[in-house]
Structures are given as structure tokens and as C-alpha cells.
């Protein structure tokens, strides 16, 4: 079982599942202060068992020079997302997580608003973890498709 499912059996009995998620998400976002995540304006806006979701505004800082969404920002998102999702999944106090591989395919381009990437567990292994990411608009149009596999190492 994930650390988060036995966290989250254990917490919510006392606080209840609502409470627990705004302190999973508090902790996500907080922990996105000084880096990528921030300069981007990534947040945490929803968890579950199996899934954690991300959103990100869309406007001229992450643009191409034809005023659209940046391909390599929609990347940002989807890592960062996923990454996160699999350091909430595991027990962060033991391991450590990167990202090493992803790929991408991108399906419609977005000029402004937010866009939303959802990262969905599809192999949680030993070391490594198989993460889906549907990134969408406001409107859950699909606008990108990520696959992302990330690796726990052992702190030491």
C-alpha cells in the first residue's frame, strides 16, 4: 500500500479526508517556494489515491513567440506535477525522487487561462513509477498527453 493510502487511513480518522487533502496540497505548494514551480505559477489544487493535479496560468511568460503555449512549459508542468505526485505517493523520509524520462505529445495549443495536468499512477514499482499526465484547459479540452517515469533512491 502507498505511504499516502496508510497516512491517509490513519489521519482521517481524527481530521477527516477534506482536511487531510488541503494539507497534502499545503505542503505540495509550499514546497514549490524558490523554484521552477513557482517562477511558473504551478499549484496543487487536488489530490487523491491515486492521482495529484496541478494547474498553471497561461499567458506571455510561458508563450512561444507566436503567442502561444510553450510545448516546454506544458513539459515543466507535467514533470513537476508527476514528480510530486510520486514523492506524496512514497515515503518521502526514505527516499528521494527524480524524474527520468518523459515524453510528450502535444494536441492543441492554448493562448491564455489555465491549464490543468492531472497525473495518474499506472505502475508503482519497487524504484520506479509509471505516471500518465493529461494536461487540459478550463473546458477539459485534452491539450497534451505525457507519460512520465520517475525513480525513488534511498536517501542515505
Keep these: 500500500m502507498a505511504f499516502i493510502a496508510i497516512v491517509m487511513l490513519n489521519f482521517t ?4 479526508m477534506d482536511d487531510f487533502k488541503e494539507k497534502i496540497l499545503k505542503v505540495c505548494n509550499e514546497s514549490s517556494k524558490d523554484t521552477l514551480m513557482e517562477t511558473l505559477q504551478i ?3 487536488d489530490v487523491g489515491e491515486d492521482f495529484l493535479v496541478g494547474k498553471m496560468p497561461v499567458n506571455s511568460k510561458v508563450h512561444q513567440p507566436d503567442g502561444v503555449l ?4 506544458m513539459v515543466a508542468l507535467a514533470e513537476s506535477v508527476g514528480s510530486m505526485a510520486s ?3 512514497l515515503d518521502a523520509q526514505k527516499f528521494f525522487v527524480r524524474g527520468i524520462e518523459i515524453s510528450a505529445n502535444h494536441i ?6 489555465d491549464v490543468f495536468a492531472k497525473a495518474l499512477i499506472l505502475h508503482k514499482g519497487r524504484t ?3 505516471w500518465d499526465i ?7 479540452q485534452l491539450i497534451s498527453v505525457c507519460k512520465l517515469t520517475t525513480i525513488s533512491l534511498p536517501k542515505k
Excluded: C, P
Design 70 to 73: 510553450h510545448g516546454g512549459a
Design 87 to 89: 514523492y506524496i505517493f
Design 43 to 45: 499549484e496543487y489544487v
Design 134 to 140: 493529461k494536461i487540459t484547459d478550463a473546458d477539459e
Design 128 to 130: 520506479t513509477q509509471l
Design 108 to 113: 492543441k495549443s492554448v493562448r491564455e487561462g
Design 13 to 16: 480518522k481524527n481530521i477527516g
